[in-house]
């Protein structure tokens, strides 16, 4: 029978076995089994894809004919603007959040009549809240890449330690005892944590981002339709969390501290650990190939991000692979027709398995894997949270300036470097938001 109606159910299923909850979305049927040709521009490889597709239930949906292309991500944002004002860009992209944030006014946001935000709440983790708009939803998230802490155990094992801290305030003691210096030049022989500098510590910006969000505090603040600076906010409490953690970030790597324990002219955090320099690398879960590539014979195991003193929840940050369509196609329905397919548990439990990253979904989280390492990742998944960044490239430079004004000494007070950054972020703000949109 042939269908004219753009129809189609996606169960979700959430605790004992047979208690549901529906999702209605309003997408394409086709007609008399048509076939629809759709371009995917991602941020994976294509041979990852690849993986991924053909074992992914869509492959079997004769409804679609997918074409993926790989942009890498560095020229990601170049490439759809370049593509979009020549009338050929993608139906869809798969990249991470961030990026996708920076692109938002090229994406179409799905409807909350198409998917209601409780049913998006309830389905994806608290972190994919970012993807939230006035509009409806963003895009879809599928996989997270959770930041963890790995920590080198033949170290800790020389100093008869078995766990490592589980808040930040440890990092103090520790890092008197584990940091190893040469006595005649001073040089650091060993580092106990990769802190306190933006040019060689990975993930520097998502970590001072993390430490401001588990002190209480936020980069940006919703507004009625776009969002605002908050940085150098109080929240409440009496000194601003991004001034606390900006200080507490920076103090590692000034030699003035007995704690001091890295600085600007070692090697990137990941290949000092993998070397076994470091006792600790703070890393998203992908790093864990990374470091067994680069040694693998390097004895180490993975915990959770430390928290702060009195955090109310655990919280890491998370960057979420997700699917949106493009403002340029001229197939939407059956674009987000494909996406929420792809959506569903099979597919995105198959892209977990292929890229050896926790899924978004809620229901799968529950199913914990026997590996130890991903264990810990899928259980990082569900702390995971995100803020919405506006131009993750120009924040990056923003962070980077906040980080090198303080630990240079250019700047003498963490709050006038905040406060430089609030500033900053605001101009950056206004350069991307919509048209009418109030950053009040």
């Not at 692109?103 to 198409?114: A, E, F, G, R």
Request: net charge negative.
């Amino acid at each position: 029978m042939q269908m004219s109606k753009f129809q189609l159910a996606v169960l979700i299923i959430f605790g004992l076995c047979i208690v549901g909850g529906i999702i209605a979305f309003s997408v394409y049927k086709g007609s008399g089994g048509t076939t629809t040709d759709l371009a995917i521009w991602g941020t994976i490889p294509a041979e990852t894809w690849n993986s991924w597709y053909t074992n992914s239930p869509i492959y079997q949906n004769h409804l679609y004919r997918i074409s993926y292309t790989y942009i890498p991500e560095a020229n990601f944002d170049q490439e759809l603007v370049n593509a979009i004002a020549e009338s050929r860009g993608p139906d869809v992209v798969l990249a991470m959040h961030d990026r996708l944030l920076k692109n938002q006014s090229k994406l179409i946001s799905i409807p909350v009549t198409s998917f209601a935000l409780r049913d998006f709440q309830n389905t994806f983790i608290d972190g994919a809240s970012v993807l939230v708009n006035s509009q409806g939803e963003l895009a879809v998230p599928l996989v997270v890449d959770p930041l963890v802490l790995y920590f080198n155990k033949d170290i800790f094992a020389n100093f008869t330690l078995v766990q490592p801290p589980v808040i930040w305030e440890q990092m103090y003691n520790l890092s008197q005892g584990m940091t190893l210096r040469d006595k005649g030049t001073g040089n650091i022989l060993q580092s106990t944590i990769p802190l306190g500098a933006f040019n060689n510590v990975l993930h520097a910006k998502e970590i001072l981002a993390t430490l401001i969000m588990q002190a209480g505090g936020s980069i940006v603040s919703n507004t009625v339709d776009f969002i605002r600076p908050s940085l150098s906010e109080t929240f409440g409490l009496t000194y601003a969390p991004a001034n606390a953690a900006l200080l507490f970030f920076t103090e590692f790597s000034n030699p003035a501290k007995v704690f001091y324990t890295w600085n600007r002219s070692l090697p990137d955090s990941l290949s000092e650990f993998a070397a076994g320099d470091s006792a600790m690398f703070i890393g998203f879960a992908s790093d864990y190939q990374r470091i067994k590539e680069k040694n693998p014979n390097l004895v180490f195991d993975v915990s959770f991000l430390p928290q702060s003193t009195g955090t109310k929840r655990a919280i890491t940050y998370g960057r979420m692979l997700s699917l949106a369509v493009t403002k340029g196609s001229t197939k939407t329905t059956p674009a987000f027709s494909a996406i929420f397919e792809m959506m569903t548990a099979p597919s995105i439990q198959a892209l977990a398995n292929t890229l050896q990253l926790p899924p978004t979904r809620r229901d799968l989280l529950t199913n914990r894997p026997a590996d130890s390492f991903q264990s810990v990742f899928y259980d990082s998944a569900i702390q995971s949270v995100a803020w919405k960044d506006p131009d993750t490239d120009a924040t990056s430079k923003l962070f980077q300036d906040m980080v090198d004004s303080v630990a240079s000494g250019r700047i003498t007070t963490v709050e006038e470097a905040v406060n430089n950054a609030q500033k900053g972020l605001q101009s950056i703000i206004n350069a991307v938001k919509p048209t009418g949109a109030t950053t009040e």
